[in-house]
Nanobody, 130 residues
Framework: QVPLVESGGGLVQAGGSLRLSCAASGRTSSTYAMGWFRQTPGKEREFVASITWSGGTTYYAASVKGRFTISRDNAKNTVYLQMNSLKPEETAVYYC???????????????????????WGQGTQVTVST
């Protein structure tokens, strides 16, 4: 089991910024990539951003490109999501995930599933006020 601990969520005014963190510990196998996803009540979980662990290649959802930045600290087994110019519609529970496989890292799909060896955090609430 690879526990993921997320932090940094909270309340922020529209147009403001927030930085999320996800720390992984107790790894029993290598992690190829880590990513961020979000889910709003009544909607499907969606891909936000991801980054490969070794090369640092990044992927972003079109809706956040230019405003969000994903990064990682390999020594700390931690991935970050810097969110700028936040919008009210981006209020959601944000989840961190890992995957051991080099799949389609730019979408919420089978590459991130638990059956494929992926792990998910408990989620952190982000609320953007108007």
């Amino acid at each position: 089991q690879v526990p993921l601990v997320e932090s940094g969520g909270g309340l922020v005014q529209a147009g403001g910024s927030l930085r999320l963190s996800c720390a992984a510990s107790g790894r029993t196998s290598s992690t190829y990539a880590m990513g961020w996803f979000r889910q709003t009540p009544g909607k499907e979980r969606e891909f936000v951003a991801s980054i490969t662990w070794s090369g640092g290649t990044t992927y972003y959802a079109a809706s956040v490109k230019g405003r969000f930045t994903i990064s990682r600290d390999n020594a700390k087994n931690t991935v970050y999501l810097q969110m700028n110019s936040l919008k009210p519609e981006e209020t959601a529970v944000y989840y961190c995930a890992t995957t051991p496989a080099a799949g389609r890292l730019w979408e919420y799909g089978s590459s991130w599933s638990a059956k494929a060896g992926g792990y998910w955090g408990q989620g952190t609430q982000v609320t953007v006020s108007t």
